[in-house]
C-alpha cells in the first residue's frame, strides 16, 4: 500500500517510494531527495507522511506516491535543456521536482488560477530555491490551466495536478512532437491517462490507474467548496 511510504525524513519518505517500486529511475530519485517536500506543506509534522495535506485556498498538495508516478511517467520528457507545463502548481513541490531534472537550461512554467497559491509558492521557492527562480529556470503565475499557457508553448511534457472532466485538448495542442501529458481524467470516476503525441503529431492515450482528484475548477469554486 502507497501510504505506508510514510518516513520521518524526507530521505526516508523517497526511500520508501524506491522500496516500493513507485519510483525507480536515478534522476527522479535524485529530484524527490532534492526538493525538501517539508518546505511546501504548512504541518511540517506530518510534511513526510505518504497522504495529501492541506494548504489552504481549498487546495491540497497531492501525495507523494502520486508525484513519484507523474516524475516516472514524464522522465523521459523531463531530459536536461527541455520545457514543461505544471498546471494546477499549487505549492510548488512538483513545479521544483521538475525544474531540478530540466537543469540550468531547461524551463519549468507553473500555472494557478488562485492568486494567494501562486504568491505563497513564489516566497517558497524564492527562499529555498532562488537560483532557479532568478535563473528563469522555473516561472510560476496565476492563470487558467485549464487553457494551458500558450505563450511558451510547445511543451516536452505537461503535468496537470487536478482532474479534467473531459479530453483536454488544449493542453495537447500544446504538446511538442514528440510529447507527453499526464493528467486526471474523469468526473466521479476518474483514472491517470497518458496522452502521447509522437513526431509526426499522432496522439496516442493510455490509462495508467483509477484516482481520485479535486476537479479542475474556477477559482470562486475551489475556494468556496472541500473536494474529497
Known amino acids: 500500500m502507497s501510504w505506508r511510504c510514510s518516513g520521518k525524513t524526507n530521505n526516508e519518505l523517497v526511500s520508501n517510494l524506491r522500496r516500493a517500486h513507485i519510483i525507480a529511475n536515478e534522476r527522479v530519485v535524485r529530484a524527490m531527495r532534492t526538493v525538501d517536500r517539508s518546505h511546501f506543506t504548512q504541518s511540517k509534522h506530518d510534511a513526510y507522511n505518504d497522504s495529501p495535506q492541506y494548504i489552504g485556498f481549498g487546495a491540497t498538495i497531492s501525495a507523494p506516491h502520486m508525484h513519484g508516478y507523474a516524475l516516472e511517467n514524464l522522465h523521459e520528457y523531463l531530459q536536461p535543456g527541455m520545457r514543461a507545463l505544471d498546471v494546477g502548481s499549487g505549492s510548488g513541490y512538483l513545479t521544483a521536482c521538475m525544474a531540478e531534472m530540466v537543469g540550468d537550461n531547461g524551463r519549468i512554467v507553473g500555472v494557478d488560477h488562485i492568486p494567494g497559491l501562486v504568491e505563497d509558492s513564489k516566497r517558497v521557492l524564492d527562499r529555498h530555491y532562488s537560483e532557479w527562480m532568478q535563473s528563469g529556470r522555473i516561472k510560476?503565475?496565476?492563470?487558467?490551466?485549464?487553457?494551458?499557457?500558450?505563450?511558451?508553448?510547445?511543451?516536452?511534457?505537461?503535468?496537470?495536478?487536478?482532474?479534467?472532466?473531459?479530453?483536454?485538448?488544449?493542453?495537447?495542442?500544446?504538446?511538442?512532437?514528440?510529447?507527453?501529458?499526464?493528467?486526471?481524467?474523469?468526473?466521479?470516476?476518474?483514472?491517470?491517462?497518458?496522452?502521447?503525441?509522437?513526431?509526426?503529431?499522432?496522439?496516442?492515450?493510455?490509462?495508467?490507474?483509477?484516482?481520485?482528484?479535486?476537479?479542475?475548477?474556477?477559482?470562486?469554486?475551489?475556494?468556496?467548496?472541500?473536494?474529497?
Open 140 to 228: 510560476v503565475l496565476t492563470g487558467d490551466g485549464r487553457k494551458g499557457y500558450p505563450d511558451e508553448a510547445p511543451y516536452d511534457s505537461i503535468h496537470v495536478g487536478a482532474a479534467s472532466s473531459h479530453v483536454p485538448a488544449e493542453l495537447i495542442a500544446q504538446l511538442k512532437s514528440p510529447g507527453r501529458l499526464f493528467v486526471p481524467v474523469g468526473s466521479f470516476s476518474q483514472n491517470i491517462v497518458v496522452y502521447d503525441k509522437d513526431c509526426n503529431g499522432n496522439v496516442k492515450e493510455h490509462e495508467i490507474m483509477a484516482v481520485r482528484y479535486v476537479p479542475l475548477t474556477d477559482p470562486d469554486k475551489q475556494c468556496s467548496e472541500e473536494f474529497g
